[in-house]
Structures are given as structure tokens and as C-alpha cells.
């Protein structure tokens, strides 16, 4: 068992569906309790660590997790906060021999602590760089995410935000698309389908959150806009309330999807991990990531989910490594990137897998 433990640390991985905040260890947590005491606020009071995260074996209504992010929120009101909760994301991800990380985050301003969204996003910016500024040699890239219960005016201000850094963004975190997210049972997907539009039109790459619960007619608004990556997609199946109109538009177009295998056991959209779609995909060859979500809110990184796949369906270390390098054709990066990592995992692999 250690070695097999081993394996899935030292093998290289891709992250494509990691949401800022919810990546926060619980060292960090502590560190931003530290800091907001220090700064001696009195206007709300902090959480304790314990509250912000989901431990093993525990699980919570998708209501009470949402529940957890607004405790996160309050932890990261400002910029200096934003700017180390980024760093040492990156750096844990790095850590666990994660080699290309898409992160994921709402822009968001705080007009008492003087963040504006702009600000917000450079302190992300700045907190990438910092990560990267000793010999980590993970690659990094930003999307921006709407939050469902968003105005489509805050919608398309997100797009607007996009475009503009993806063009000025510097070279070691450029902002590549958007990501549509939040609570699933909120929000008005008709209204912000045009902002999701404009973005595609923008050049903008899709990663949206489709069918994380029984929501056909939403599925159906998302899916006709042929989104680059479906996040979850734990309802598309006919057998799970979907339909098969989904599942064929998904296949035709092979859009890749990001799979939260822990996030979901532990949200209960699922029963457990047997009963995961994961499955359904993996045995259709449909291209589909192993993905973290939120590796702090879910005490789970990326090597514990490689580990969860393969004692759960049986998937050998070598069938285990190919399904780490297949993510690289999914990820929101240039060619050459694609092509630079395809040669990372070349060069580790090691002469048995098994």
C-alpha cells in the first residue's frame, strides 16, 4: 500500500477544476485566522478551522458546503489575503507533483478593505507569481468564474475582466476563460446565457458547472452552448435523471469532463464512489480529468483522488498513468504547452507502471 501511495505522489498530474477558495488548506486557514486577529477586526467572528473543511469520512448537503465558502469568504476580504491564499494553493498543488493547474475564482471587491475586482484579480496574479518565483515548475492559468446567482450585468462585467487580462495577464498566469459555478439550485441560466455568448465570441475558452443536480431544462441552456468542459456532469445520464439527448451531444461533440469524485461523495450528489459516473465515461473512452475541486473544503488532493479511482474501479498503475496524461489534451493551453508537458510525462514514466 505505501507503494502504490508512492506512485500516485510522484506521478505527474493535471488540475483542471480547482476553485481558489475552496483549495485553502487547513495550514492556511490557521494563517488567516492569525492574520485577521492580528489586524484586531471586530466586525464579524471567525470561524474556527474546523468549519471550513469536511473530514474524511464525513459528508454534508451541496447546502451546507456552499454554507462553508461564505465562512471562506469572510477569511479572504482582501487583497494581502487573496495574495496568500494564492501562493500557498499553488504551492501545495506543486507539492503534490501537480505539473499544470487551472484555478478558478469569482472576482471579487470589498469596498471596506478597498478591493475592487481589478485588485482582486492582480492579488491572485501576484500570488501565482510569488508560488513560482523559487524552482516550482508547474504551469499556471486563470479562469474567471460567474457565480450563478450573478446579474447578467455582473456577468458580462466578468467576460469584460477575461478578455482584458487574458490580453495583458503576464506570461506565468495568463487568464484563458471562464467558468460558470456556485449553488446549482440558484440563479437564472437564461439571463446570463448572453454574457457566456459574448464570451465564447471574445475567444474565451467554457468551463461550466452542467447537470451537478436534476436540472434538465438548465443542462439543456449549457449544453446547446458546446462548452469546452463540463464540470461534474453528474446528471447528464438518463440513469441518474439526465437524458440521453444529453449523453449523445456530449459524445458527438467530445466535450471532456471534470470529474469530482470525492466533492461529490461528500456533497451527497452521489451515493458513493461505486456509484460515481466516472465509470459510465471511463469505460465509454469519452475524455474526462481527475479533478480536486476543492481539495481544502474536501480534505482530498489530487494524488488521494488518482488513489480513490483506482481502488475503487480496479485501474491499473499504468492505466491510471495514461489517464493523467490524456488531461494535458484538455487543458485550456497553447500546443506548445501541450506539448511541453507531453514530454514531462515522457521523460518520468517510469519502464513499468505496475
Known amino acids: 500500500m505505501e507503494a502504490k501511495q508512492s506512485f500516485y505522489r510522484k506521478l505527474p498530474k493535471v488540475e483542471l477544476h480547482a476553485h481558489l477558495n475552496g483549495s485553502i488548506s487547513q495550514s492556511t486557514i490557521y494563517k488567516l485566522i492569525k492574520y485577521h486577529k492580528d489586524k484586531n477586526k471586530t466586525d464579524f467572528v471567525l470561524p474556527e478551522a474546523w468549519q471550513v473543511s469536511i473530514a474524511k469520512g464525513e459528508q454534508r448537503s451541496l447546502e451546507d458546503c456552499f454554507d462553508i465558502f461564505k465562512l471562506i469568504h469572510k477569511l479572504v476580504d482582501d487583497t494581502n489575503a487573496v495574495k496568500m491564499v494564492t501562493r500557498d494553493v499553488v504551492q501545495e498543488f506543486a507539492e503534490d507533483g501537480v505539473r499544470y493547474l487551472e484555478i478558478r475564482t469569482t472576482p471579487r471587491a470589498n469596498t471596506q478593505n478597498g478591493m475592487s475586482k481589478t485588485a482582486y484579480i492582480d492579488a491572485v496574479l501576484a500570488g501565482v507569481g510569488e508560488a513560482l518565483s523559487g524552482d516550482s515548475d508547474i504551469i499556471v492559468k486563470l479562469l474567471l468564474s460567474i457565480d450563478r446567482r450573478q446579474s447578467f450585468q455582473d456577468a458580462i462585467n466578468t467576460v469584460e475582466l477575461a478578455s482584458q487580462y487574458r490580453d ?6 495568463s487568464v484563458v476563460g471562464v467558468d460558470l459555478s456556485g449553488d446549482p439550485s440558484a440563479g437564472d441560466i437564461p439571463e446570463l446565457v448572453p454574457a457566456l455568448t459574448q464570451a465564447k465570441k471574445n475567444g474565451l475558452k467554457l468551463a461550466l458547472h452542467v447537470a451537478e443536480i436534476v436540472n434538465n431544462k438548465d443542462t439543456e441552456s449549457l449544453l446547446a452552448l458546446l462548452p469546452d468542459r463540463i464540470g461534474h456532469g453528474t446528471y447528464l445520464l438518463p440513469s441518474k435523471g439526465g437524458c440521453q439527448q444529453f449523453v449523445d451531444m456530449v459524445q458527438q461533440h467530445k466535450i471532456p469532463i471534470e470529474m469530482c469524485l470525492t466533492s461529490n461523495v461528500k ?54 498513468w495514461t489517464l493523467s496524461e490524456a488531461a494535458i489534451d484538455q487543458c485550456f493551453a497553447s500546443d506548445t504547452t501541450k506539448q511541453q508537458l507531453k514530454r514531462i510525462w515522457k521523460d518520468n514514466k517510469p519502464c513499468s507502471s505496475n
Not at 168 to 173: A, D, E, G, I, V
Not at 286 to 305: M, N, Q, R, W
Open 267 to 320: 456533497g451527497r450528489t452521489v451515493a458513493g464512489y461505486l456509484d460515481h459516473h466516472f465509470k459510465y465515461w471511463y469505460d465509454a473512452n469519452h475524455p474526462i480529468s481527475v479533478c480536486t475541486d476543492d481539495k481544502g473544503v474536501f480534505a482530498s488532493d489530487l494524488s488521494d483522488e488518482y488513489s480513490i479511482v483506482a481502488q475503487t474501479f480496479g485501474l491499473s498503475n499504468e492505466e491510471v
Open 168 to 173: 495583458k495577464s503576464p506570461p506565468h498566469c
